[in-house]
């Protein structure tokens, strides 16, 4: 079980990690990051905070996967600050000022937590 909610949570990571690297090759998908501050496409450095978000959630679902036995050991003891990053992500896109950011990243990002609270539990 502990595995299944492991690569559960990495399959849903690798959905925002999809969309930062868009973002990040200039998709105009603004409207779903950084609260809506740029509806199309983001400015360059803004872009360059994408692609270390996507390094930020691979690395993170890299750290739930190794505490579940499934991924590289070495990222085992990032796993807590991954739960806390998941958990603080999760409050501020429900907080997010841009709707469609909240309705989509919400969900997926609560998601994700009880998936990683499943794995620290178990």
Same mark, same amino acid.
């Given at each position: 079980?502990?595995?299944?909610?492991?690569?559960?949570?990495?399959?849903?990571?690798?959905?925002?990690?999809?969309?930062?690297?868009?973002?990040?090759?200039?998709?105009?998908?603004?409207?779903?990051?950084?609260? @809506?501050?740029?509806?199309?496409?983001?400015?360059?450095?803004?872009?360059?905070?994408?692609?270390?978000?996507?390094?930020?959630?691979?690395?993170?679902?890299?750290?739930?996967?190794?505490?579940?036995?499934? @991924?590289?050991?070495?990222?085992?003891?990032?796993?807590?600050?991954?739960?806390?990053?998941?958990?603080?992500?999760?409050?501020?896109?429900?907080?997010?000022?841009?709707?469609?950011?909240?309705?989509?990243?919400?969900?997926?990002?609560?998601?994700?937590?009880?998936?990683?609270?499943?794995?620290?539990?178990?």
């Amino acid at each position: 079980m502990t595995q299944a909610l492991a690569l559960a949570y990495a399959g849903l990571a690798a959905l925002p990690v999809a969309m930062h690297l868009a973002v990040a090759a200039g998709a105009p998908l603004g409207r779903f990051t950084v609260g @809506g501050r740029f509806p199309g496409r983001l400015p360059p450095a803004w872009r360059a905070l994408a692609l270390v978000q996507a390094a930020l959630l691979g690395a993170m679902a890299g750290a739930v996967l190794a505490r579940a036995g499934v @991924g590289a050991s070495p990222l085992a003891p990032l796993f807590w600050p991954a739960i806390a990053l998941t958990v603080m992500s999760l409050a501020a896109n429900a907080a997010s000022p841009s709707r469609p950011e909240r309705l989509l990243w919400t969900p997926v990002l609560f998601l994700m937590a009880a998936a990683a609270l499943g794995v620290a539990l178990l």
